[in-house]
């Protein structure tokens, strides 16, 4: 069974089915904030979606990260690096990649282990 | 077990196994089309995919979504928007990335839940 | 049950989980080589990782590749056709990207079916 949470007409922030969550691209709410600041306010968007998917950073299976300007690499793996669980860490990519609006720094999508 | 339909050498355009099925990147058939035309044909072509796999698009788990030039956003959209199944939308991310070819202006990659 | 493989505090290079093998996103080690010599060292790199996971290129799903020169795409691809299996090749989808580092030309990152 297919469950969809946090939905709009046009996407939904999670979607959970055959044991995993997928989550939704997720940006800054707040776009102001430099790459750094955008970063951890994504990782936190992310903590509390996957808690409503039942799940934390310790189930996470994937991480996908898109960059503006990929020298900005450095400063988003110091945000990732303290937040992550070292002993858990999913697979990664990251390139580069304009985003949906121009004051978007970073985009970072994942996957989580569902608990039942 | 893992079914692979529409194979070349190169690659599946569907690839099932475990309950999901897995679609290549798709872009459109005809390049001379703007990206309204672009994306009306893509979606055409994942629902003629999703058919041959056995769902449709009220099975969507999660899409991808390149636009050589992210300023066709709400372009894209607007042909999205009134393709997806309200009720059953999947996960999403859209950047920007240049394609194969110059003349493609967006590709979409899906994953759905399979019928069994 | 989840199992990570080549770890990092930030990554890991593979992880299991429900019947599926997720591999990090591969680069080469030796950045110097043109887009064929990095293309090769990749999928040389795969070819191990999937083996430390207990399958092989005979059981792959998916691709994602990136190129920094979309140009480059008839070579990657030259090097890709000599060595996927033809018989059971992955969905897949190539597009443009700047990635990690300046003289990386080329990232691929797959997923794999895991035999029991």
Redesign the interface.
Known sequence: M?Q?LN?????????S????V????QVAKDASADVTGQTEQILQQIDELLAQAGCDKS?L????I?LSD?RQ?PLM?AV??SW?D?Q?????????????RVELSV?I?VTA?ARN
Chains 1, 2, 3 share one sequence.
């Open positions: 297919i969809r939905k709009t007409p046009r996407m939904s922030q999670i979607v089915y055959n044991g995993t997928l989550l939704s691209g189930d299976l994937s991480a996908n898109w990929i690499f793996n990732w690096d992550v070292p858990n860490p999913p697979v990664r990519a990251c390139v580069e990649s304009r985003l949906a985009e999508q282990a």
